[in-house]
């Protein structure tokens, strides 16, 4: 049963073939969007070409194409729900020239370097340890501003309180010294009235 699961999950065809000089095979498949197709070639020579196209508005477009190397990799995921895929190969040496053609599709063979890793998920930890810090940082310096203009407030009150009894004083003491000279006045002129 497991292994029925296997094998739904990526289909997987490895084969030979030989081709004659000059000559080119080609071989079709249809995969979905979910779908990842591997293509691995492995050749007797290196002199050959290898053509890659996948099915636009029926029409083909190249993916990719080479000439050379005795062995090519090729992976790719379409954005299309459905796509037709094609590759070809072409002999061009003077002789025939085996090919060892693994083929793969399946959703399991994306690539695992763009998935997330426990590492990846572990400095992420560290930067959001170091921005809780900046954080807490950000909240102590936020309760000592808030400290800080309490402070201020109670002080600009009291001064404010200080300012209006130091010039209620000084109204005071202003009415007390015009009483007193206005006073001296009325008695220095009695006095001069009274001689």
């Known amino acids: 049963m497991i292994l029925l699961l296997l094998i739904d999950i990526v289909y997987c065809v490895q084969f030979g073939y030989e081709v004659e000089k000059g000559q080119q095979i080609c071989f079709q498949d249809y995969f979905?969007?979910?779908?990842?197709?591997?293509?691995?070639?492995?050749?007797?020579?290196?002199?050959?070409?290898?053509?890659?196209?996948?099915?636009?508005?029926?029409?083909?477009?190249?993916?990719y194409e080479k000439n050379g190397l005795w062995e090519h990799n090729y992976?790719?995921?379409?954005?299309?729900?459905?796509s037709n895929m094609k590759y070809c190969l072409t002999n061009l040496e003077d002789e025939n020239v085996l090919f060892n053609i693994t083929y793969k599709t399946?959703?399991?063979?994306?690539?695992?370097?763009?998935?997330?890793k426990i590492s990846d998920l572990n400095q992420m930890g560290d930067h959001m340890k170091k921005l809780n810090g900046l954080l807490d940082d950000i909240k102590r310096e936020r309760s000592f501003l808030i400290e800080k203009y309490d402070f201020?407030?109670?002080l600009?009150?009291?001064?404010s309180k200080k300012q209006i009894v130091f010039s209620l004083l000084c109204l005071g003491l202003s009415f007390i010294i015009t009483g007193t000279t206005l006073n001296l006045i009325k008695?220095?002129?009695?006095?001069?009235?009274s001689q």
């Open 32 to 63: 979905s969007q979910d779908d990842v197709f591997d293509l691995r070639v492995i050749s007797n020579s290196s002199n050959y070409a290898i053509k890659l196209e996948e099915a636009e508005s029926k029409k083909y477009v190249i993916l």
């Open 75 to 82: 992976q790719h995921q379409s954005n299309h729900k459905v």
């Open 106 to 116: 399946g959703s399991e063979l994306a690539d695992m370097q763009k998935v997330a």
């Open 152 to 154: 201020m407030s109670k």
């Open 156 to 159: 600009q009150g009291s001064i």
């Open 187 to 193: 008695r220095i002129l009695q006095q001069k009235k």
